[in-house]
């Protein structure tokens, strides 16, 4: 029981310090959620199903490994091969993000144009294309929708994709003592910590944020969630973080 319970603290500091340590795990969503102007509730929603998404995968594998009595040095570099395609992934959705971002931002770069009238009066119109053409361009409109449903979806697969590189061999502690209520409830106290706290972090900077006017910087603010995805991809690759 002892040994359980050691086992079971071990989880949970692993979980927590793998998450706090993994830039990865929270800021895509405060990025993309501030650019899109998501509620808080949204926000972590979209983080909860997201954080079960990215647990699910390696407890499958995980699973597999205890049953089929696969050795760890196998699972792990499967692990790592699913961390290399979730990397990736994440650094070009961030750049394709990070594009579209510039490209919205010049169509909303405010101009003016001089009107003449019959009477002959003249007055300065300002604007900018991407409010004042809305209501006429109808085919604007799917190229906003799909990329609303596409960021929430990309992440999603993206993490998915992404292993949880220490779950598995705490699965197999257990597992060698044929343990497998211990291997139930490890696996449980893993995926609820890394849950947790991925949903604090982002639930806490996503609120302090709320806070900071960007009135000035706005129409950046795709770009720069962009960029910061792609900045967490590059740490991925660059430092296995």
């Given at each position: ?22 830039p990865d795990h929270y800021l895509p969503f405060v990025a993309v959620g501030k650019a899109r102007g998501w509620s808080l509730s949204k926000t972590g929603l ?49 750049l394709l993000y990070c594009a579209w971002g510039i490209r919205k931002s010049f169509n909303e770069k405010p101009h003016s144009h001089w009107h003449t009238h ?124």
């Open positions: 029981m002892e040994n359980e319970i050691l086992l079971l603290w071990g989880a949970a500091s692993v979980a927590f310090i793998h998450t706090l340590l993994g979209i983080t909860l199903i997201c954080g079960l998404g990215h647990s699910v995968g390696s407890i499958l594998l995980g699973i597999f490994g205890v049953f089929a009595s696969s050795y760890v040095s196998q699972l792990m570099n499967i692990e790592g091969i699913r961390g290399d395609a979730a990397a990736w992934s994440l650094m070009a959705f961030g019959a009477d002959g009066t003249h007055h300065n119109h300002p604007h900018s294309h991407q409010q004042d053409h809305a209501h006429v361009h109808a085919e604007k409109a799917p190229e906003k929708l799909s990329m609303k449903i596409f960021a929430p979806w990309a992440l999603f697969i993206i993490f998915v994709l992404g292993p949880c590189e220490p779950l598995i061999p705490l699965m197999m502690v257990p597992a060698a003592a044929g343990n497998y209520v211990g291997v139930f409830m490890t696996v449980g106290v893993f995926t609820a910590v890394t849950i947790a706290t991925m949903l604090s972090v982002v639930m806490l900077s996503s609120w302090g944020l709320k806070s900071v006017s960007v009135n000035g910087l706005q129409k950046y603010s795709h770009a720069f969630a962009g960029g910061t995805i792609s900045m967490c991809a590059f740490g991925m690759l660059a430092f296995g973080l």
